[in-house]
């Protein structure tokens, strides 16, 4: 079976500085990878180019059988590729609904309400806050309405960008097992994270990136059962 996304010999970079080395990457139909690296490894840069945000150099970024790779992004988000980007990024002078109203803006008007209620049924306190503007929500909340606001456009690979950054420990967990819930509910998830342990428990497969180039990929048991990989790549 031919992957929903498939990414080759990715080249990218900001001005002479080449921060993607020749990438290669694939998710497949309603699987759940993870995206491993530190800070400065390059995981948003790529992202990015997949999201139609950065240019690409070289290489090729194929979804659902379409040439993504010099798409406008706004086409990128018609397709169904959705980028739940690091730091949230909402809109805090709007309230939490028109937040999620946004999400639907490009894609997927048709279900909107539709999916206004799966989001409210998966986020309870969005439902709460709905009238309540967003900048003066807490941060996990504020995480939980750039969920949200990515499934409102039902996409059919959601790529969420260090969705535990500055969570509480109770708020992380219960953000793994949103993201368990996702995938088994079939919705195909790249999950670009620092945090390794957890993030190994809820996805099929993973990649390493290091310095713009990929260092390994595999099933999890993989990466946990190398001592070599644990140490200088995956922090354990």
């Known amino acids: 079976m031919n992957p929903l996304l498939e990414v080759r010999g990715l080249r990218a970079g900001y001005g002479p500085v080449e921060v993607l080395r020749g990438i290669d990457l694939n998710v497949g139909e309603g699987e759940a990878v993870a995206l491993l690296g530190s800070n400065g490894a390059g995981k948003s840069t790529l992202n990015n180019v997949m999201s139609g945000i950065v240019a690409a150099w ?133 999950l670009v994270e620092q945090n390794v342990g957890q993030s190994l428990e809820v996805v099929d497969r993973a990649y390493v990136l290091e310095n713009g180039a990929i260092r390994f990929s595999g099933v999890p048991s993989e990466l946990l059962g190398s001592d070599e990989l644990r140490r200088a790549y995956l922090g354990l």
């Open 58 to 190: 070289e290489g090729r970024v194929g979804f659902a059988g379409a040439d993504l790779t010099r798409a406008h992004y706004r086409d990128v988000v018609k397709a169904g590729l959705i980028q739940v980007p690091e730091g949230r990024r909402i809109f805090p002078n709007l309230t939490v609904l028109e937040n999620l109203e946004l999400g639907a803006f490009t894609r997927a008007r048709e279900h909107r309400a539709g999916n206004l209620e799966r989001s409210f049924a998966l986020f309870p306190r969005l439902r709460e806050r709905a009238r309540q503007v967003a900048g003066t929500l807490s941060g996990g909340e504020q995480q939980m309405l750039a969920i949200g606001r990515g499934l409102m456009a039902d996409p059919r690979l959601l790529i969420l960008d260090e969705p535990s950054l500055g969570l509480s420990p109770l708020l992380v967990e219960e953000l793994f097992a949103l993201i368990r819930r996702l995938r088994d509910g079939g919705l195909a998830v790249l």
